[in-house]
């Protein structure tokens, strides 16, 4: 993974796709962990396992889109965003 970790894992989901491949690998950091868990919540993932002597998650793919925001109450969804009534700044979309 590179400095911009958000944007690595999309580009390892979408690289994953275009190659039709079941899992892959990223790290384990606080920001890897609350997008997996947006989309397992929102239900683009439908697996996660935590491989303890790599530190890392396996990500079994599926789903539709969504958008990611960096909220003042943490990382949620645009849809979870509008129903707290408020902003935050995006930080991918999925789809």
């Known amino acids: 993974m590179g400095k911009d970790t958000i944007a690595d894992i999309i ?11 079941e899992t892959i690998q990223i ?4 920001i890897t962990k609350n ?23 396996f990500l079994i793919l599926g789903g539709m889109g969504i958008v990611i925001l960096s ?3 943490g990382r949620m969804t645009d849809w979870e965003a509008r129903l707290e009534g408020i902003g935050g700044e995006i930080l991918c979309y999925i789809w």
């Open 27 to 30: 790290g384990s950091t606080n």
């Open 11 to 21: 580009t390892s989901i979408r690289n994953a796709d275009i190659n039709r491949k």
């Open 71 to 73: 909220t003042s109450q």
């Open 35 to 57: 997008i997996v868990k947006i989309l397992l919540r929102e239900v683009f993932i439908d697996n996660v396992r935590k491989h303890w002597e790599r530190n890392k998650y």
